[in-house]
């Protein structure tokens, strides 16, 4: 089996986020000037008109977003998990984000919460932010977050969203019908709170999207560049096989592939009550945050007024300059209303529905979201973090440096993207491998890779077949 790779510094999830560390953003070096320029030379009149025709439809699109609010999140019960309605596939695709109701029992959910707040207790070891009043845990291997990512239903769950997902290229090495499990932290955030204040923001790393040696090594954003934003497939997973999305060894940067970031709800909670909030523009918003790099304003808003946001008001830079707007290396991007304001953050960031314990909420990788500024509300806000991965070779060798850092070695050590240290190598009332085959199917033990797959299974495509055999490598179950 793989050997534990060498860990990150010890961190924490303020790490992962300029406005959390308190470091101020940095103008990125010359280099970023001369990659911005490579990216639009020669297509700059392409990519104007597409700037332009993006802007008039985040004019129409948003006073949409003003009017529904939370109501454009598409829900869907467990129960009906097979069969979801056209409606729910349809505004699924368009806004990127989805509510899925009841996937494990409240009382399961609840007991979960019951467990880890016992499991903190006996261990007053464990790190968390903000130190003096922890809200974000870094806990990554409690037998709570172990059960839940083993669990059958939230499996079942994951399958169905990554299915929305597609490939150019049939014989692509990946399969959505096999989930992976990333260790990810958990939140307990109290009434009160507003330390843990994270503002609209993108993970899956910030500089790398523009970078040929990042989201560039599989074109993830061509036709962005090429001036047909309208083009740009956000479902498309063939071209996100190859990309880097740490290149800077950022603590917290994410390493895996999460077609949907997720989290599995241990409280009932209510818009303003320490809770997510999402921007459902997605492929749009997507697109702006691409370009805005590229554009500045020919006059400033107390010159504008409320012209400031007209086409006509906005052109290309005169000379390629560093800005790359919220983007700092090693750290997630981050969005305002100063330095993205066609998108209109304040009116277009939209909370999730309330949830009660047991749902999960999932949002695709390149959806801007934060969290309430202020917990508002009377209860905890508690989730665990959950993502969607699908199997890859990429996905694998990181699940092979993940299962030794669960089981080898000084075991109960972080996961590998985030903050080294002994993690939770000496806390008591840990799940070892054991415990988990007690309780996961054969399909949750694959996706921690405790288990090969089983490449012959029929109905498999090739893609699928190939990569379960380059998984099972990667995992050391075969040479």
Request: glycine share 10%; net charge negative; hydrophobic share 35%.
């Amino acid at each position: 089996m793989a050997a534990t790779s060498t860990q990150k510094r010890v961190g924490d999830i303020s790490d992962a986020f300029v406005s959390l560390s308190g470091q101020g953003f940095m103008p990125l070096p010359a280099r970023y000037g001369e990659l911005k320029g490579r990216l639009i030379r020669g297509r700059e009149d392409d990519i104007r008109a597409s700037w332009d025709r993006l802007l008039h439809y985040l004019q129409k699109e948003i006073p949409i977003i003003e009017q529904h609010g939370s109501n454009v999140i598409p829900e869907i019960d467990f129960e009906d998990i097979d069969k979801p309605s056209e409606q729910f596939k349809e505004e699924l695709k368009k806004r990127g984000v989805a509510v899925v109701r009841g996937v494990v029992p409240e009382e399961q959910a609840l007991q979960w919460k019951e467990d880890i707040q016992e499991y903190v207790r006996k261990n007053p070891q464990t790190r968390a932010f903000p130190a003096n009043n922890p809200q974000v845990f870094e806990l990554y291997w409690s037998p709570s977050q172990l059960a839940a990512r083993a669990n059958e239903n939230l499996l079942r769950t994951q399958k169905l969203l990554m299915s929305f997902w597609h490939s150019k290229n049939p014989a692509a090495p990946l399969s959505t019908a096999h989930p992976t499990a990333y260790a990810d932290r958990l939140r307990i955030r109290l009434p009160g709170d507003a330390q843990f204040a994270l503002g609209p923001h993108v993970d899956g790393g910030s500089v790398e999207r523009w970078e040929e040696g990042g989201y560039g090594l599989g074109g993830v954003y061509n036709s962005i560049w090429e001036g047909r934003w309208e083009d740009f497939d956000p479902w498309e997973a063939s071209c996100r096989l190859p990309v880097k999305s740490d290149l800077y060894q950022g603590v917290g940067a994410c390493s895996m592939f999460r077609m949907f970031q997720g989290w599995l709800s241990m409280s009932e909670t209510g818009p303003g009550e320490g809770t997510l909030l999402v921007n459902p523009l997605f492929k749009a918003a997507t697109a702006y945050y691409m370009l805005r790099p590229f554009f500045e304003p020919k006059r400033t808003p107390d010159v504008a007024g409320m012209s400031f946001l007209d086409r006509d008001n906005w052109k290309m830079e005169d000379s390629v300059t560093t800005f790359v707007q919220g983007a700092t290396p090693g750290h997630g991007q981050e969005l305002s209303e100063l330095l993205h304001p066609h998108l209109r953050l304040e009116e277009t960031m939209v909370h999730v529905p309330k949830v009660r314990p047991g749902d999960y909420v999932a949002w695709h990788c390149d959806t801007i979201h934060a969290v309430d500024k202020v917990h508002n509300g009377g209860g905890d806000s508690s989730v665990m973090y959950i993502p969607a991965c699908p199997l890859t070779e990429d996905n694998a060798n990181f699940l092979a440096r993940q299962r030794a850092a669960f089981i080898q070695v000084v075991s109960g050590i972080p996961c590998p993207d985030f903050g080294g240290g002994e993690g939770e190598s000496n806390h008591i009332g840990r799940w070892g491998p054991g415990d988990v085959a007690k309780i996961a199917s054969p399909d949750g033990l694959r996706a921690f890779g405790l288990q090969e797959w089983d490449s012959s299974e029929s109905d498999l495509t090739p893609g699928q077949r190939e990569v379960m055999d380059r998984a099972n490598k990667a995992l050391g179950f075969y040479a």
